[in-house]
């Protein structure tokens, strides 16, 4: 380990304080170079030994939490799944997630998307709720594999901080929560689709995306949100198709 | 009052959100509030992977849950206390089934299960090996259907506030802002998980630093059993990210450097290729890690730059198991070791897991203190005893998240919606102190990193795997030590909103606590037994110590440690017995 204490790389991290500084600046840190280290080892070097002033968000560095999402060298990246030595010889650049406003140099505020998510019904919804005393509801490992990809949504936000319509429309719903609405959509224990639906097919809804594909190709848990909306697409058009056939009052709201 | 609710829950990971849906239920009338240091969907809970067990084969009792749990525990547990959650387990999974959460299944789609560490049947249901991801965001997601629960999400709770020996509420600090907020309540629930950062090598996330178990202590709940520390045995080096038990119980064998499956020589049974309960591979998490220790005695371990290791070998279970079963596994592989377990061999050592000690609770998740309620890592109940077997954390979070929000609910409803004025008071002075905490500035001050790596290191050298009575006191002094130049300790930065470094110096006020109660309670135990191996006392001592260490802070602010006897029903104190 001796020998590597030697070899640095210069992070450019963006630092702002709104309200305090007219705009962001970036500052730059030398942090050791070593295998294994991610972006957020370097981070949390700076904060340890160079600067205590930076704040950044982080907890499970395992890439599970989805707290620790930033832009490195201008694309949406966990900071803990992003390594040093893939950057080398540097300079790397750490700003915050894009699409957000900025609460405090690296962190930005999630709290669109925190009012976002409950507006899609993101929980299993059943006409009549069975007791627990008559066992489980049945699912095939068949019918569990049509929704397990969307329920792997850490809700991490590079998919927001990759979505061009997104950065246009701040009322677009977005990648993630409507994936989460068809994670429960497409589980075959969910009656609520109808519920879900005048907000998905709202003008803030699928409608919004214009299939640019950025938030799948960014997705650190290989979910894809765009073809969860695609996927979406179809069904509401043949569901508006029938409805004009067959008009019928919907069976909730 | 502005800031008023019923019931606080202080957490946001699987036992608190549960203990709010369970207030919820119990009394749609009541005000609830989550406060949480970070989203509830970044809790801890989201890295569990392996499982959660609970009885669910006509082949299986909960006898024999219970046996497994008490045996594994080291005859510690509180035995009506493991009765009322091997009863309670499978209703709590299968209400999260009922919620949504996609538990891996049979092809008949029944619910699927695996085995697990010290389990002698298989019990452990599974969402692939993300089942802690699963089951937190099936909970956080379920939670947003209440619209009632009010959430204070990134608060910070640094102080109980008690009059006359009951809780009345916290006072926290929004992050985002730096606002400093008296939150009142006629309940308190603790839910705020371990204190894995109190030790330098943990599978524990940066959040994990004992905040619940310090603000306890300091509120004068006594904590029990903070002695025993699990050691998971396989952690990957360098990062102690955890590879799950449940890599060995689809089949998983620990080799030693010469490619030998060294657990037979420590009377953990005989190998076979495939895997069999409580046997070998799937001893319980103690034994395991402590047989590591003697094959690095013996120079039979791997030496790395970041210590160490054995190897985990999964090669013979071939992508397609590892792919539907252990999917997470090959990914943190891949991602944080650069090796495919497909066809490598996963380095791993033994690294720190999980408090099997904590806040002291009943059955109902009541503290002593009137008002104060703890569920989860937080609380010690105690259901896991001297060692927690694999799979029965995520259980615990649901059995005693829901009792204890239903013990709350009851407890808070019979009270008027209006606290003492010396709450208010003490409400104040707090803020006040933590203003000033905000603005302290000290000339040539300790860095908050170095007390706390050092903190770190006192715990591994003087309270590890093994301890003894020399390396217990010189961990207290190292400790006392800590102490005083905390008192040092000063912050750069003063700014208001998101100012992590102030809450980085008051986690490790938090630390220091806690890191003595283990001290403390280790150093008094003269006995070994689960978790806590003492090599000057290497036998279990039932006449002197079958009984839970409570330690309560003295109002000098030193700890003194007392007993309590355990509960015992039906299983008489017996030798643990591994694969034979």
Not at chain 2, 351 to 374: I, K, N, Q, S, W
Request: glycine residues 8%; charged residues 25%.
């Amino acid at each position: 380990m001796a020998t590597e204490t030697t070899l640095e790389i210069t992070l450019e991290v963006a630092r702002y304080r709104p309200g305090v500084d007219t705009e962001p600046t970036l500052q730059s840190y030398q942090v050791p170079l070593r295998e294994h280290w991610a972006i957020l080892d370097g981070l949390t070097y700076v904060k340890d030994h160079l600067d205590g002033t930076l704040s950044f968000r982080w907890s499970c560095r395992m890439g599970i939490c989805g707290s620790c999402g930033m832009t490195v060298n201008g694309e949406p990246q966990l900071s803990c799944a992003t390594f040093l030595t893939d950057y080398a010889p540097g300079p790397i650049r750490v700003e915050p997630l894009r699409n957000f406003p900025v609460v405090r140099d690296l962190v930005v505020d999630i709290d669109d998307f925190m009012t976002k998510l409950p507006k899609v019904t993101p929980w299993l919804v059943r006409e009549v709720q069975s007791p627990v005393e008559d066992g489980e509801y049945l699912q095939t490992p068949e019918e569990l594999d049509e929704y397990q990809q969307y329920s792997m949504c850490i809700n991490c936000m590079l998919c927001y901080s990759a979505c061009p319509v997104y950065s246009l429309e701040p009322d677009f719903l977005g990648p993630a929560a409507i994936a989460l609405a068809q994670r429960y959509n497409l589980d075959s224990r969910d009656e609520g689709a109808d519920e879900r639906r005048d907000v998905l097919s709202s003008p803030e809804g699928i409608w919004a995306c214009t299939f640019v594909g950025e938030c799948s190709a960014v997705c650190p848990k290989g979910v894809d949100p765009a073809g969860a909306i695609q996927r979406y697409k179809l069904t509401a058009a043949t569901e508006s198709i029938k409805e004009l056939l067959m008009p019928r009052s919907r069976s909730r709201r | 009052m502005a800031n008023y609710h019923d019931v606080v829950v202080v957490g946001g990971g699987g036992a608190g959100l549960r203990a709010a849906i369970a207030v919820a239920e119990t009394n749609p009338a009541l005000r609830v509030a989550v406060i949480s240091k970070v989203y509830p969907m970044r809790s801890h809970t989201v890295s569990a992977e392996g499982g959660a067990a609970a009885v669910a084969g006509a082949d299986d009792t909960r006898d024999e849950h219970a046996y497994d749990t008490v045996s594994g525990g080291d005859w510690l547990c509180d035995q009506d206390a493991v009765e009322a959650f091997v009863a309670e387990a499978p209703r709590e999974l299968l209400r999260l089934e009922h919620w949504g959460c996609p538990w891996s299944r049979q092809p008949d789609g029944k619910i699927a299960v695996r085995a697990f560490g010290g389990m002698k049947k298989k019990r452990t249901w599974f969402a692939a090996d993300r089942t802690g991801f699963h089951l937190l965001h099936t909970l956080f997601q379920t939670a947003l259907s209440y619209s009632d629960i009010v959430r204070y999400d990134e608060w910070y709770v640094t102080k109980i506030l008690v009059d006359d020996g009951r809780a009345y509420g916290v006072v926290a600090i929004e992050l985002a802002t730096g606002r400093i907020e008296t939150i009142t309540a006629n309940a308190v629930i603790l839910c705020t998980g371990g204190c894995g950062r109190v030790f330098p090598f943990t599978t524990n996330a940066n959040i994990k630093t004992g905040d619940g178990m310090a603000l306890a202590y300091r509120a004068g709940a006594p904590l029990k059993d903070m002695e025993f520390v699990q050691y998971h045995p396989t952690g990957l080096p360098f990062t102690g990210i955890l590879i799950t038990e449940a890599a060995r119980a689809e089949g998983g064998w620990l080799l030693n450097k010469d490619g030998y499956r060294y657990l037979q020589d420590y009377d953990l049974g005989t190998p076979t290729p495939d895997p069999v309960l409580r046997n070998m591979e799937l001893g319980p998490r103690d034994r395991l890690s402590q047989a590591f220790v003697h094959e690095m005695e013996k120079g039979r371990t791997i030496d790395t730059p970041y210590g160490p290791v054995v190897n985990l070998d999964l090669r013979h279970l071939g992508a397609k198991l590892i792919d539907a079963k252990l999917p997470f596994v090959r990914e943190l592989c891949s991602k944080y070791q650069n090796i495919d377990p497909v066809r490598e061999l996963v380095p791993v050592r033994p690294v720190v897991h999980y408090m099997m000690g904590g806040v002291h609770t009943d059955l109902r998740g009541a503290t002593p203190l009137d008002g104060l309620y703890a569920a989860g890592e937080v609380a010690c109940v105690s259901i896991n005893g001297a060692n927690r077997l694999g799979s029965n954390s995520l259980p615990e979070c649901l059995v005693f998240g829901n009792r204890a929000g239903r013990a709350a609910a009851v407890f808070a409803g019979r009270y008027h919606r209006e606290v003492p004025s010396s709450i208010v008071a003490q409400g104040r002075d707090e803020e006040r102190r933590l203003a000033a905490d905000l603005g302290r500035r000290v000339e040539g001050h300790q860095r908050i990193a170095d007390i706390r790596t050092e903190m770190q290191a006192t715990m591994e050298n003087g309270a590890g795997i093994y301890r003894d009575g020399d390396s217990l006191t010189k961990a207290a002094h190292e400790l006392a030590e800590l102490r005083l130049r905390f008192q040092h300790a000063g912050i750069d930065d003063h700014s208001t909103n998101f100012n992590t470094e102030l809450i980085a110096w008051l986690e490790l006020g938090f630390m220091l606590d806690v890191a003595e109660c283990i001290i403390d309670s280790a150093a008094l135990r003269e006995e070994s037994r689960g978790a806590h191996q003492r090599t000057d006392f290497p036998a279990r001592d039932d006449e002197q110590f079958l009984a839970h260490s409570l330690v309560r802070r003295q109002p000098d602010g030193s700890s003194r440690v007392g007993y309590l006897p355990v509960t015992l029903t039906r299983w008489p104190p017996g030798e643990r017995v591994y694969g034979r």
